[in-house]
């Protein structure tokens, strides 16, 4: 199928092309004609799908189509994301997209200086992307006003709730005019997204595509199994004798993160970490290099790698295994993108077996193992338990290995895990990562003006709701 039969404009398949897509993923070519007709969507689909631009191009268009017939632009389409990271990267996606019609973005989200935002936000803007908190920010500060939105996108809904924005979403819902057009994201559905798109949504259109855990075809997946002490070295030598020339690779913790960084750096390979203790600069910095190929190696953290949107990745490595399994599908999500493909490799040691068991579990397959010639595991070392996690001879019941992150995990400054997903802050507070601002702010605005983000992650907390099932589950229930 071509983007020509979607109805789209001559501007925005202008864009398209100029971005190199020959076809429509299969979100864009369900999501995009519903869009233009006004209707409300239920999308269920995570990153790497091309959601972005699913929701994004009959967006623009409706926008376009429309015009405002008054002298000063106003807010018309708000986007809501979970991260910073990800509002930085959907505003980029309007920006591109959006580059031959008359419309003006910005982004805005905690963590930097706010007053350039309020300043662009002054000058009048068409559509606002945001991190909820920020936005409330703003709100309070009556620096914006919401009372026109037209087209209301909640993106990653799931991860907005685990990181506790459900009563800060509610609070912008309440300020945004009846009659709108919706459009919610989600990969996963608990009861919380359950309830918000009931109360949300209008009559919505389903667009669902499968889960990367469904439709993994295109990602090569292996095991090495491998001594712990000797994964760094069997690591080091695949790099160099590949020639690998960007690879992804996890870690469970930041100072395992910021270590292997060290040694990769120690064999001579360039290696940047990004992890929630990082400066949100520096993390942009590792991404920058990591993109443009300066640095070979990026060695992430689960939370930090969420919504990290890296073109054609082709290799992702599990340095370590994640003790949440469904860490592993995003892990792996991030090669193999929209059509192409990908490798992903898991570094095993004999601690880890339990965590692989369940993965396989939750993939419904068996993934390859394959013994690198020269690093075959020793018989004779016994297992050893993952702090917190659950080694082979770990016992934490399911629940609470899934509630929990092992000792040093990654997640977002301030953010203790929860046991309670639905009360994630007291009342009337915000998550802590949206509160502070500084003076290294450049607010980032569409039409020119980069800004950088300065300060230190706004993530998502790794937490998985108990009883969270999967959409198309929850449709069938329906
Ligand atoms: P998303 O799921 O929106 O994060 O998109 C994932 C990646 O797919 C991004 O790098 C997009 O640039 C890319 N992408 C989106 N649509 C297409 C398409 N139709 N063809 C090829 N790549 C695409």
């Not at 989600?186 to 389903?206: M, Q, R, V, Y």
């Not at 750096?265 to 190929?293: C, P, W």
């Not at 991030?334 to 993965?359: K, P, Y």
């Amino acid at each position: 199928m071509s983007f020509t039969v979607l109805g789209l404009s001559a501007e925005l398949l202008r864009a398209v092309a100029e971005k190199g897509y020959s076809e429509p993923t299969p979100i864009q070519s369900q999501a995009i004609p519903v869009i233009l007709e006004g209707r409300d969507i239920l999308g269920a689909a995570q990153t790497g799908t091309g959601k972005t631009a699913g929701f994004t191009l009959p967006l623009l268009q409706r926008l376009n189509t429309a015009p405002h017939n008054e002298g000063r632009r106003y807010i018309r389409a708000l986007i809501l994301t979970p991260t910073r990271e990800l509002a930085a990267q959907v505003e980029e996606s309007v920006t591109t997209y959006g580059k031959y019609l008359p419309l003006k973005s910005l982004v805005i989200f905690g963590g930097v200086n706010i007053n350039p935002q309020i300043k662009a936000l002054r000058s009048g803007v068409d559509i606002l992307v945001a991190t909820p908190g920020r936005l409330l920010d703003h709100v309070e500060q009556k620096t914006l006003d919401l009372s026109r939105v037209e087209i209301l996108v909640l993106d990653e809904a799931d991860r907005m709730l685990d990181m506790g924005f459900i009563r800060d979403i509610r609070k912008v819902l309440a300020l945004l005019p009846k009659k709108r057009q919706n459009l919610l994201f989600s990969a996963t559905f608990s009861d919380e997204i359950k309830k918000l798109a009931d109360g949300l949504l209008n009559a919505p259109t389903l667009v669902e595509v499968a889960r990367r855990n469904t439709s993994a075809e295109l990602i090569s997946q292996v095991v090495h199994p491998v001594d712990r002490d000797r994964k760094r070295e069997l690591l080091s030598s695949m790099i160099s004798s590949n020639d690998w020339r960007q690879v992804l690779v996890f870690m469970r913790t930041k100072h395992g993160a910021n270590r292997l960084c060290e040694q990769l750096e120690q064999d001579g390979i360039s290696a940047a970490a990004i992890h929630g203790n990082k400066s949100q600069g520096a993390r942009t910095r590792a991404l920058a290099d990591f993109k443009q190929g300066s640095v070979r190696v990026l060695v992430a953290t689960d939370i930090a790698a969420r919504g990290l949107d890296i073109d054609q990745l082709p290799h992702v490595v599990n340095y370590e295994l994640p003790n949440i399994p469904e860490d592993y599908v995003h892990r792996i999500g991030r090669t193999g993108r929209a059509g192409n493909e990908g490798e992903a490799l898991s570094l095993v040691c004999i601690d880890e077996h339990e965590f692989l068991r369940d993965i396989e579990r939750l993939i419904k397959r068996e993934i390859p193992k394959v013994v690198v010639p020269g690093y075959e595991p020793n018989p004779s070392l016994k297992a050893q338990p993952i702090p917190n996690g659950r080694g082979s001879r770990g016992s934490a019941p399911v629940h609470a290995r899934r509630t929990g992150s092992p000792k040093g995990a990654d997640r977002a400054p301030g953010q203790r895990a929860r046991t309670n997903p639905t009360r994630p802050h007291a009342q009337g507070s915000k998550p802590k990562h949206e509160q502070s601002t500084t003076a290294n702010d450049r607010s980032r605005s569409v039409n020119g003006n980069t800004q950088q983000p300065s300060r230190s992650a706004e993530q998502n907390a790794p937490a998985r709701h108990r009883g969270e099932r999967e959409l198309p589950a929850l449709l069938k229930r329906r």
